[in-house]
């Protein structure tokens, strides 16, 4: 920037007037041709003219140099609205400005300007919340929040709105991924093999939990944590059911090996909420299991991370963001990627 400003005054100004802009024109982004707008900047042509020629917002102005770090994303918004509201939310701080102007970058390129305006805001509110690594998710959920005709957005219990403080919106989203994890490790068909039979025992019904749908209704009913068993159903590490009795919810049963004991074991039968249920119930759920037998049962786990996730849950969920981002980023590829789930 120092050396740009020795060609000429009028360069030199911007240094007071437009950091953003004399940042720009130094160190133009890939395809950016700063001559034209330093020839306007020279001929004395408006800062908006020359802003327009660089493709810098106006509202950038506003920033200290020190926010400039990289160069300058053409996909920023800068339309009135959003010039009008993010001009709220500027930085007081020099120091922190990079991280502001980065995380709204971001999210103003993987989700819409709303978030973008949001996360300025909380930025500002609760910066030590705002985690760089977690803004992908953030934005992925809050576009598809406001996107009703898509799979996505049915996965979604809790959507993304502007009076969100990032802790809720963090907690909502973390939620999201879950349910987006179950469905993509499962994938529509029911699970083929349940180890065991459905039966009514003691005076109690053990009902198969073979799909992400039975698995969603029953951790919500139960206010239990089954959809995180995506994965684990997948490799075959445990199989879920719920007992009843005359047609109510009573516990949550998963059945898998316990140590080194090859056969079936209860492993875990906790009533709503996981509080523990009674000797009765637990005597029900042993005669149930004793029905079988055992020795015939393949519970062999297979290796972790073998499993592929289903490919057709995995376009169909990520297929409506592609197409309006008119691309397909690295981070969020067309061939279906745990590692790239894990680190949203």
Known sequence: ????????????????????????????????????????????????????????????????????????????????????????????????????????????????????????????????RIKPA????????????????????????????????????????????TKIALHASLGPQPISDMWLEASHVAGYDFVPLNSTASITEEAVAMKNCLRTYGYNLAHNGSRLWSVRRNGERVATLRVACRYRDPLPNI???????????????????????????LSKIDMARRKWGTVPLDRDTWLSLWRPYWLAKRRIPEWLPVAPSRSALEAL
Do not use: Y
Request: charged fraction near 20%; include cysteine; proline fraction near 8%.
């Open 1 to 128: 920037m120092r050396a740009l400003a020795m060609c000429h005054p009028r360069i030199a100004d911007l240094g007071a007037s437009f950091p953003a802009l004399l940042f720009a024109l130094a160190v133009p982004r890939a395809g950016l041709d700063p001559a034209q707008a330093l020839a306007r900047v020279i001929d004395g042509a408006a800062l908006t003219d020359v802003a327009a020629a660089a493709g810098v917002p106006m509202w950038l102005r506003k920033l200290p140099p020190e926010a400039f770090v990289r160069p300058i994303v053409r996909l920023l918004p800068d339309g009135e609205l959003f010039r009008r509201q993010i001009a709220n939310h500027i930085p007081r701080s020099p120091r922190f400005a990079p991280t502001w102007l980065q995380a709204v970058t971001d999210v103003a390129e993987c989700a819409h300007e709303a978030a973008a305006v949001w996360i300025a805001r909380e930025c500002i509110r609760e910066p030590r």
């Open 134 to 177: 977690r803004l992908r998710l953030i934005s992925l959920w809050s576009w598809f929040s406001v996107q009703p005709a898509t799979f996505g957005h049915e996965l979604i219990d809790r959507p993304w709105t502007p009076n969100m403080h990032i802790g809720s919106a963090l907690a909502a989203a973390d939620e999201w991924r």
């Open 267 to 293: 492993v875990e039968l906790k009533g709503a909420g996981n509080r523990d249920v009674s000797r009765d119930l637990w005597w029900a759920a042993r005669q149930w299991l004793h029905t079988h037998d």
